[in-house]
């Protein structure tokens, strides 16, 4: 096969139509619906309300406004408690490290578990009456330092934040180390004949050649953290009251109570915040990459 060959045109005419069914085409009606009063009532008769399912996201007393601050809360926290420890992490079993591969597998191993299966564990750890932590602590006289991990408000998002760490931290790492593996030992080399130190190489060698690393990372965990439902739904339910409530779990439940138009109109304002600034990313990030 030659490896310079150039394909037909119309060779990209199936995944384009592919594409159009498969994800244009529902995203489109979605948007149409959002405007609409679709509901489990309407017997197939459905009209067009406008922008009113959008004011009352806006408007209502039911905090849906707060549900789009928690997740893009949750996004921004999410990202910052793992980006950081995972590069560090990747930094060191890079190193000449006496069983570096097995750390490596054990850092990895949680982010291929079901979300479902790590909430439900996290959930029998953190309980408070008898959950493991606890007994825990009691178990090391340390009761002063007993929480309600997944009822009290001051804890509950640290709780959250927490087990969502555990499970992401390994799988940035990963795709760190691949960054890290690409940038040649040379530079490094010629950094330490002119006295640099750890600092030094890390903010004018590591972290510029890593950009395209880091882009991956953020936009991965933008796109993680704006749908997040498992986790937060199996842990918390949205509790206390509505604390911990995110766009997708205020959706699930307006969809389950039969309101479609309303849960189409939040799941559209999700796709709007997960576009505009994952473009927004990318764009910023590009501009920061380097050439070797």
């Known amino acids: 096969m030659k490896k310079n060959k150039i394909y037909p045109k119309w060779f990209i005419i199936a995944p384009l139509i592919l594409y159009a069914v498969f994800f244009l085409l529902p995203s ?6 959002s405007f609409t009063d679709w509901n489990v009532r309407s017997k197939g008769v459905i009209n067009f309300v406008g922008i009113n399912n959008y004011i009352e996201i806006f408007t209502s007393n039911k905090n849906y406004s707060a549900g789009i601050i928690n997740t893009l809360k949750f996004t921004l926290i999410s990202n910052v408690v793992k980006l950081i420890p995972a590069l560090f992490l990747a930094i060191l079993l890079k190193e ?14 949680p982010s291929i578990l079901p979300f479902l299966v790590i909430g439900l564990i996290f959930k029998s750890i953190l309980n408070f009456n008898d959950g493991l932590l606890n007994s825990a602590l009691e178990f090391l006289h340390l009761d002063f330092m007993k929480q309600k991990w997944l009822s009290d408000l001051a804890v509950v998002w640290k709780s959250i934040y927490g087990v969502d760490a555990w499970r992401g931290i390994g799988y940035v790492m990963t795709i760190f180390l691949a960054g890290l ?4 030992s040379s530079y490094y ?3 330490s004949i002119d006295g640099a ?9 590591t972290l510029p050649m890593l950009t395209g690393s880091i882009t991956i990372n953020l936009v991965f965990g933008l796109t993680y953290g704006l ?4 986790i937060v739904y199996v842990l918390t339910n949205g509790g206390p009251g509505h604390a911990t ?6 959706s699930y439940q307006v969809y389950a109570n039969g309101s479609y138009g309303l849960a189409t109109a939040l799941n559209t304002i999700l796709f709007l915040i997960t576009t505009v600034l994952g473009v927004l990313i990318v764009t910023y990030m590009s501009k920061q990459e380097v050439g070797e």
């Open 28 to 33: 489109l009606l979605g948007v149409w619906y």
């Open 96 to 109: 000449k490290l006496k069983g570096k591969n097995f750390y490596r597998t054990i850092f990895y191993l």
């Open 181 to 184: 593996n690409a940038i040649p």
């Open 189 to 191: 080399e010629a950094a």
């Open 197 to 205: 130190n750890f600092f030094h190489k890390l903010r004018f060698i």
């Open 227 to 230: 749908k997040v439902f498992d």
């Open 245 to 250: 409530e995110v766009l997708t779990t205020y």
